[in-house]
């Protein structure tokens, strides 16, 4: 099987899709903001450099009923984590944070359940919920595993009314078992110790330090003179075979004078460097100008995620996000060549993912893995649009690697969503606006989306509708004429006409696309694109 990416609830994609003790490496950044409306920011590619803001989801964790029931599920099953919850119910209430916690509960028990005895767990949260998490940590995997609590620096002090600047993150690391995979993580040196440290050079430019050869230990079978050179009192640190292969090397340094002692040369490439702390200073976040910046306000840097894969699997190892967001922990997986599952509960993340892959890996990509949970049918297409309207409007947007536009009151008026594109010499961005429309539709809304277009100046406008269009509204799109391409010399129908039928079967948007939909940011060119399909222990 290919690598999975699903859409839905983790709870479920994990309880129904996920079999016991098959992952290596689980990170979740699970997001909590009590009182937050969580946005995407998307960085606009029409050169005019304004962000467009979407709704992605909102901070669900209040205490309602399906909370209560998520509660009392854990409770009822008794044992350590039963009683921390109960303890933080008698604390908290019945309040957001109890929610929240409630939420995580059982979510923490099935990431358990599918951790090999070697897999590790890695909880990235901020000090809002990080000392409550811990302890639901502590009841899920037992204090005996747990194995650090990193903290990353995300920013740099700013100023805050009568604190201390927050400006770090933590990171909960946790093992199935006392036997984990790992692999020793290593730091650059401090440039002000290479230059004290490291202050000879070969002719070919090689840095080296001296380092002494004497015996830590008193070692009478090391004691013997060296080339006129008397042993410290310990004898020599190695014996005389490996004593001519260093020489032989010319990795021993000779003093002047006999009086003194051979030292052995340490050269600088052959460091591992400092071996990392759990204090990671190291790492900056993703700034507004960073390469691999896609406008996701919880993104994390790329060079996070690869230090916690690097350190805790190995390669052909599976890693599971299962709030997996923008995609980082699925692009740095796909890089090292892991096997990924990554899960988030909007249409829009996955979305956002599949360009991601995309412009990393190029088209190759998807054979490596397969998209669970969307819409495959007109009727699984029509139930998402009574279940989420929302959530069918980025569906069908995303068939078309079309941008969401913010629904907000009054603003985008009969916009559902923007396509960027280019087709002329000087470089001129172009629009398609987008209708969705999971219900009834005539020729009004044509009439309507072709007054958008001219308001908007955009040169293309389409309707995606549930419903085939009817022979006026047919007619009205066709009397709007085409758009010309002055850089491909083609017509375009200016309005156009989509069904969610038409787009399962493969039909899309007819506008000029040489040079690539722009729509999205464009991640970085991944150097390294891996092939072949990949079997997951999965059903």
């Known amino acids: 099987m290919t690598n999975l990416l699903y859409y839905g609830d983790n709870l479920d994609v994990l309880r129904r899709h996920v079999k016991d003790e098959t992952v290596d490496l689980v990170y979740l950044d699970p997001p909590f903001n009590s009182n937050a409306t969580y946005n995407v920011l998307f960085a606009e590619q029409s050169g005019e450099r304004a962000a467009a803001q979407i709704k992605a989801f909102e901070d669900t964790w209040r205490w309602d009923q399906e909370a209560a029931r998520e509660f009392e599920e854990v409770v009822e099953g008794g044992g350590q984590v039963s009683r921390t919850l109960q303890a933080f119910r008698t604390i ?95 730091t650059p040196h401090d440039e002000n110790y290479l230059r004290d440290k490291y202050r000879f050079q070969e002719a070919d430019g090689r840095r080296y330090r001296l380092d002494n050869m004497r015996s830590p230990n008193p070692r009478p079978n090391l004691t013997y003179e060296w080339k006129g ?28 004078s006999k009086s003194k002692r051979p030292q052995l040369k340490r050269y600088l490439d052959e460091m591992a460097g400092v071996l990392a702390g759990n204090i990671w200073t190291d790492i900056p976040p993703i700034n507004s100008m960073a390469q691999e910046r896609l406008g996701y306000p919880t993104q994390k840097p790329e060079a996070l995620l690869e230090r916690i894969i690097r350190a805790s699997s190995n390669e052909g190892d599976t890693v599971l996000d299962p709030f997996c967001g923008c995609g980082t922990t699925v692009a740095v997986a796909q890089r090292l060549k892991r096997r990924w599952i990554g899960i988030d509960v909007t249409h829009l993340a996955i979305t ?30 029509e139930a998402l649009a009574a279940s989420d309207p929302y959530q069918f409007q980025w569906w069908a947007l995303g068939l078309v690697g079309a941008r969401p536009v913010e629904q907000k009151k009054g603003a985008d008026k009969g916009i559902d969503g923007r396509l960027y594109f280019h087709d002329e010499a000087k470089g001129d961005t172009k629009q398609v606006i987008i209708s969705v429309k999971a219900g009834g539709t005539g020729a009004a809304h044509v009439r309507d989306l072709r007054g958008v277009v001219e308001r908007e100046k955009a040169q293309i406008g389409v309707l995606l509708s549930m419903q085939a269009p009817t022979a006026p509204m047919r007619k009205e799109a066709a009397s709007s004429g085409f758009y010309e391409s002055p850089g491909w010399h083609t017509k375009h129908p200016r309005i156009q006409l989509l069904t969610v039928a038409d787009l399962l079967a493969g039909a899309g948007i007819d506008y000029p696309s040489r040079h690539g939909n722009v729509t999205f940011k464009r991640a970085p060119r991944s150097e390294q694109v891996y092939g072949g399909e990949m079997e997951l222990p999965l059903d």
């Open 92 to 186: 908290l209430g019945e309040s957001n944070m109890m929610a929240y916690l409630a939420m995580m509960a059982p979510r923490l028990v099935e990431l358990r359940r599918v951790l090999k005895p070697t897999g590790s767990i890695y909880l990235h949260c901020d000090p809002t919920a990080s000392h409550y998490l811990k302890l639901l940590m502590d009841a899920v995997f037992g204090p005996l595993f747990f194995r650090s609590e990193i903290t990353w620096q995300r920013t740099n002090t700013h100023s805050d009314a009568k604190r201390w600047s927050p400006v770090a993150d933590t990171l909960l690391y946790y093992g199935k078992t006392g036997s984990v995979t790992w692999h020793r993580t290593h």
């Open 229 to 256: 050179h008397q042993p410290h009192p310990n004898g020599w640190a190695y014996s005389r075979e490996t004593m001519e292969r260093l020489d032989a090397e010319g990795r021993i340094w000779y003093p002047d």
């Open 352 to 381: 956002l993912i599949r360009h991601r892959l995309l412009s990393t890996y190029g088209e190759k990509v998807a054979d490596e893995y397969q998209v669970i949970g969307e819409p495959v049918s007109v009727p699984d297409a």
